[in-house]
């Protein structure tokens, strides 16, 4: 069996060299003689007990177990058994001493047998302390695990409600806005012919004013209806488009279809506070899981959209660049600090307000991307602005399509 540490601490180096002479076989011994260097050796060597002096110079044995119990500041000694060494007059120090932390004493003169026993129940109870710590920090890691896969689930789960959600409205709505809007047409021609009808009745000139006012305002509330209802029928189209949500299978995609229904739903959030600039390349159809690739584009349109307090703008680029797609979402935010810069990937990492923010936009995003065998690339400069890239193989490899099938995220 691999041979234990102990720290032997000592103003006095006889003293040391009589626990050196009794323990030398059975132990690796590091020595210490003050408070101070007690305190370094700790931390450097990593005992699995301490034999401590409580009478010293400059910093006393009451005041090392206190110190080495700040666990903040000494991470590997809060466990460390310590055992305190002192005179028999010292009564009063002993009881302070195991106040302070520590956990055996043993009187000077000591006895070998005494101090072998003692060492032994104290190394036991070190070696119990780490395990209980040890099975602690990986019940901590389990639960921190257990709390962020519950997270992605609830996450996922919403969204394929919202998803279903958006999909009944849009299939409801699609009906009733398709006839509005062919009827209106219709509706219209009508009024025009009744108005030439009515330019040849033989009325007074005073009823002719009246049909020709009434005529004028018609024209005008049918005017603004077909407009009012043409808007519904693209936000409905942009709902139908984005709650493909649950649409399984890879399909060739219009990118520039998926971001057109995305800004259709995000529109209110930018009204006239944000520009929006649009530069679409020449792209083919891209292959992919369409109501994912929208969950991309909506998160990191809403993120723009998000980092722009009061005026700015967002570019939206696409190109095509070898055998990938290329889309970038530029915006005049706040941007991303350089700390903040390596985190913002991370599950449930956000710079915003209870309630506001989950944190699991990026995170999320990057996933698909990952499984769709491309990347998100982000630059960004505090005050001026971010840009993230997404970067997307035309045609998904085969092995990509399949782990995505198997672990897809919603
Ligand atoms: N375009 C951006 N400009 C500035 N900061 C950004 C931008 N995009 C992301 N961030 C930073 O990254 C953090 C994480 O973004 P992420 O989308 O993962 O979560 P969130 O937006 O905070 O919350 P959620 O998307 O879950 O509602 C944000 O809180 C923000 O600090
Ligand atoms: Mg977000």
Same mark, same amino acid.
């Given at each position: 069996m691999e041979k234990q540490t102990i720290l032997i601490v000592d103003d006095i180096a006889m003293n040391l060299d009589l626990l050196e002479q009794e323990l030398w076989d059975d132990y690796i011994l590091v020595r210490a003689e003050n408070g101070e260097q007690a305190l370094q050796q700790a931390d450097l060597c990593e005992p699995d007990c301490i034999l401590l002096d409580?009478? *010293? $110079?400059? *910093?006393g044995g009451l005041e090392v177990v206190k110190k080495l119990r700040e666990s903040e500041k000494h991470l590997a000694t809060p466990y460390t058994p310590v055992i305190l060494v002192t005179a028999l007059s010292e009564m009063s120090d002993q009881v302070r001493g195991l106040a302070a932390g520590a956990d055996d004493y043993i009187t000077k003169p000591w006895e070998p047998e005494d101090l072998h026993a003692r060492l032994k129940v104290a190394l036991r109870i070190g070696e119990l302390q780490k395990a209980l710590a040890r099975e602690r920090d990986e019940l901590q890691q389990a639960l921190s695990n257990l709390q962020a896969t519950q997270a992605q689930l609830l996450h996922s789960e919403k969204m394929a409600a919202l998803g279903k959600l958006v999909a009944g409205i849009a299939h409801e709505l699609n009906n009733p806005i398709g006839f509005i809007y062919a009827n209106m047409d219709h509706f219209s021609r009508y009024v025009g012919e009744l108005q030439a009808v009515c330019e040849h009745a033989s009325v007074g000139p005073e009823q002719k004013g009246r049909a020709e006012r009434a005529f004028q305002t018609l024209n005008r509330l049918i005017e603004s209806c077909t407009n009012g209802a043409q808007r519904i029928k693209q936000i409905v189209l942009g709902l139908r488009t984005f709650s493909r949500l649950d649409e399984a299978e890879v399909k060739a995609v219009d990118v520039h279809e998926g971001i057109e229904s995305t800004i259709t739903l995000l529109a209110h959030q930018m009204k006239d506070r944000i520009t929006l600039h649009k530069t679409y390349g020449d792209l083919p159809l891209v292959e992919c899981y369409a109501g994912q690739l929208n969950q991309v584009l909506m998160n990191l349109l809403t993120n723009a959209i998000d980092a722009i307090e009061g005026q700015g703008d967002v570019y939206i680029t696409t190109q095509i660049d070898g055998e990938t797609v290329q889309i970038a979402i530029r915006d005049t935010g706040i941007g991303i600090s350089e700390e903040n810069l390596q985190k913002?990937?991370? $599950?449930?990492?956000?710079?915003?307000d209870v309630g506001k923010g989950t944190g699991l936009g990026l995170s999320i995003s990057y996933g698909i991307v990952q499984k769709h065998g491309g990347e998100i690339r982000v630059e960004s400069a505090q005050g001026e602005g971010t840009t993230f890239t997404v970067v997307l193989p035309l045609r998904m490899s085969v092995e990509a399509g399949e782990d995505a099938e198997g672990d897809r995220v919603e």
């Open positions: 409580v009478t *010293m $110079p400059g *910093m913002i990937f991370d $599950p449930f990492f956000t710079t915003k």
